[in-house]
């Protein structure tokens, strides 16, 4: 069942739809915790002992939210969400719609940050991630991709603070949720404060897990 009381009927239907729907892997968890990485690094360690699986995550949903607002550039429709609350309320949900259709439809491992709560313990793992605040801001200022890329720690560290902060009131607003009691709920709790090596480690343990219980 969904975490989540705004999602109960569409997860039912969805769940009546497809009652035997390929095995769910959810990472969640707040921004820069490192979700992506630890959905690579858990595929390639899946693959080792012989479980294929493809990753969807938050930005593919996003970009075909777009397409579906006839936007074809990211930043403009980044733009408007951001100067129309209405809009982004529209985008939030549907979003999370699309986690949870994906979820039943494909399975998976599927990273954002309220997947868990979405799909529930419909999910067959779900690995909620935490990092401490300084190191988070020390990986997205040395990560080229991102674009705090370079900027003071300091000022990164106070962004993603504020961040998180919008997002938990905006999900609290939405659905009516507190995030940490609905996304740690019946999760594995991971830590990524190490190296990469460190958290090669603990996904090689975590593949062991997920074998076992798929």
Do not use: W
């Amino acid at each position: 069942m969904t975490y989540i009381e705004f999602f109960r009927e569409k997860f039912d239907t969805l769940k009546k739809e497809n009652p035997e729907h390929k095995p769910i892997i959810c990472i969640d968890g707040m921004s820069g915790t490192g979700k992506d990485t630890v959905a690579l690094i858990l595929k390639e360690e899946l693959k080792k002992v012989g479980i294929e699986v493809e990753i969807k995550n938050a930005g593919d949903f996003f970009r075909e939210v777009a397409k579906e607002r006839g936007y074809e550039n990211l930043d403009e429709f980044s733009e408007a969400r951001r100067n129309d609350s209405e809009l982004a309320k529209k985008v939030d949900i549907r979003i999370d719609e699309m986690t949870l259709e994906y979820g039943f439809k494909h399975g998976g491992i599927i990273t954002s940050r309220l997947s868990i709560g979405v799909l529930g313990d419909e999910a067959d793992v779900r690995i909620f991630i935490l990092a401490h605040i300084d190191k988070i801001a020390e990986r997205v200022a040395n990560d080229s991709s991102r674009e705090e890329f370079g900027k003071p720690v300091e000022e990164i560290k106070q962004r993603i603070l504020n961040r998180n902060k919008a997002d938990m009131e905006t999900y609290e607003k939405l659905y009516n949720i507190k995030y940490n009691e609905v996304e740690t709920r019946n999760s594995l709790i991971l830590r990524n404060d190490g190296t990469k090596e460190d958290l090669r480690k603990k996904m090689k343990g975590v593949a062991n897990l997920v074998e076992g219980l798929l």
